[in-house]
C-alpha cells in the first residue's frame, strides 16, 4: 500500500530560503516562526540584509534591527499602505595600505528591508530610536481591533 504525501508547493521556497540563510550565515530559525507569518518580510536584491529580533508586546511590536557602524540618521524609515521600509547603506571605512586587505568578512553597502505590518499595527504612531548599533521601531497596536459593521441603506 502506498502513503500519500499532500503536495505543498511552497515548501520548496521555504526550503530554499532555509539552504540560503545557512550558506549566507543568517538565522533560518525566525522564518519558521508562525508569529512572523504575521510580519510577512521582502527584501531588495542588495548588498547586504541586517539581523532583526521581532518582539510581540500586549501594547504593540518591537523590531530590533542591528546597524553597526551606521549613524542612525542616515537610515530611512517609512509606513505606507500596510508596509514598514528601512533601507541605508553601510560605506566602506577602510583606505587599502601597501600590504593590502587580508581578510574582509564584513558587509559594506546598501540595504533595503519591507514587512508587511499586522492588520492591527497603528502606523500614525511608529517611533525609532537607536542605542549601540541597534535601531529600534516600535509599532503600537491600534486601539479598535474589532471590524467595524457598515449598515447597507
Known sequence: MSSMKKYQPWSLFEQLHHELDELYGRR??????PFL??????????DWMPAVDLEERPNGYVLKVEIPG??????????????????????YDRETDEN??????????????????????NADDISASADIGVLTI?????????????PVS
Do not use: C, H, W
Not at 533560518?28 to 516562526?33: F, L
Not at 551606521?70 to 560605506?91: F, M, N, R, Y
Not at 593590502?100 to 499595527?121: D, I
Open 138 to 150: 516600535e509599532i503600537p497596536k491600534s486601539q479598535t481591533t474589532e471590524p467595524r459593521k457598515i
Open 28 to 33: 533560518a530559525e525566525s522564518r519558521s516562526s
Open 37 to 46: 507569518s504575521q510580519f510577512s518580510t521582502m527584501s531588495k536584491n542588495t
Open 70 to 91: 551606521i549613524d542612525p540618521k542616515e537610515v530611512d524609515i517609512s509606513a505606507q499602505g500596510g508596509v514598514l521600509t528601512i533601507k541605508g547603506e553601510k560605506k
Open 100 to 121: 593590502g586587505l587580508k581578510v574582509m568578512e564584513r558587509a559594506y553597502g546598501s540595504f533595503f528591508r519591507q514587512f508587511t505590518l499586522p492588520v492591527n499595527a
